[in-house]
T-cell receptor, first 111, second 117 residues
Framework: DAKTTQPPSMDCAEGRAANLPCNHS???????VYWYRQIHSQGPQYIIH???NNETNEMASLIITEDRKSSTLILPHATLRDTAVYYC????????????FGKGTSLLVTP | GAVVSQHPSRVICKSGTSVKIECRSL??????MFWYRQFPKQSLMLMAT?????????EQGVEKDKFLINHASLTLSTLTVTSAHPEDSSFYIC?????????????FGPGTRLTVT
């Protein structure tokens, strides 16, 4: 799986958009970008994934650059409950593939 | 979304005893389940991959005779920590994938906090 690089920590004011970057310059053509988050002492939660087109769901938006070497997860209106560690993971899709969790970005949403 | 449960959520056991952790997919059939371990202030580390009806595949450095995994049905996988020691104290998390075409996101259980005294 391609390696990803994320900033170790970020702050965001409540109600503002949180933009979490991820670099994956060695991504292969058949690898997807997945985002998960882990709130303290809980199991990770799936957020969104994409291949090359931008994606949006009820939780977030995923913007992938045209060369696919980086992406940004956007939480449009961050709340205190969005405080968590966010993991950007690149891997091929398929049921037999585990997730390789890096160190992620610790997002702190402040009042 | 798909729901995965784990039981127990917390367990404290004495050194030398065995502990069994259950992972269930509640509303879908999981052909593949994964077991992860997370030590304090660290990221999740994959321990093993479990396919229903076959032997689990363990990651390098994970002792298969110590961490017994059974995936007897499409909705249940168990992890048994045998002869537990304090260094096995950790947060154990399972995940499952639906395996349906085009939808391979993994759903995680809430985790089991194991403390070995």
């Amino acid at each position: 799986d391609a390696k990803t690089t994320q900033p170790p920590s970020m702050d965001c004011a409540e109600g503002r958009a949180a933009n979490l970057p991820c670099n994956h310059s060695t991504i292969s053509g058949n690898e997807y970008v997945y985002w998960y988050r882990q709130i303290h002492s809980q199991g990770p939660q799936y957020i969104i994934h994409g291949l090359k087109n931008n994606e949006t769901n009820e939780m977030a938006s995923l913007i992938i650059t045209e060369d696919r070497k980086s992406s940004t997860l956007i939480l449009p209106h961050a709340t205190l409950r969005d405080t968590a560690v966010y993991y950007c993971i690149v891997r091929v899709t398929g049921s037999g593939y585990a997730l390789n969790f890096g160190k992620g970005t610790s997002l702190l949403v402040t009042p | 979304g798909a729901v995965v449960s784990q039981h127990p959520s917390r367990v404290i056991c004495k050194s030398g005893t065995s502990v069994k952790i259950e992972c269930r997919s509640l509303d879908f059939q999981a052909t593949t389940m994964f077991w992860y371990r997370q030590f304090p202030k660290q990221s999740l580390m994959l321990m093993a991959t479990s396919n229903e009806g076959s032997k689990a595949t363990y990651e390098q450095g994970v002792e298969k005779d110590k961490f017994l995994i059974n995936h007897a049905s499409l909705t249940l996988s168990t992890l048994t920590v045998t002869s537990a020691h304090p260094e096995d104290s950790s947060f154990y998390i399972c995940s499952a994938t639906t395996g349906t075409s085009g939808s391979y996101e993994q759903y995680f259980g809430p985790g089991t906090r194991l403390t070995v005294t």
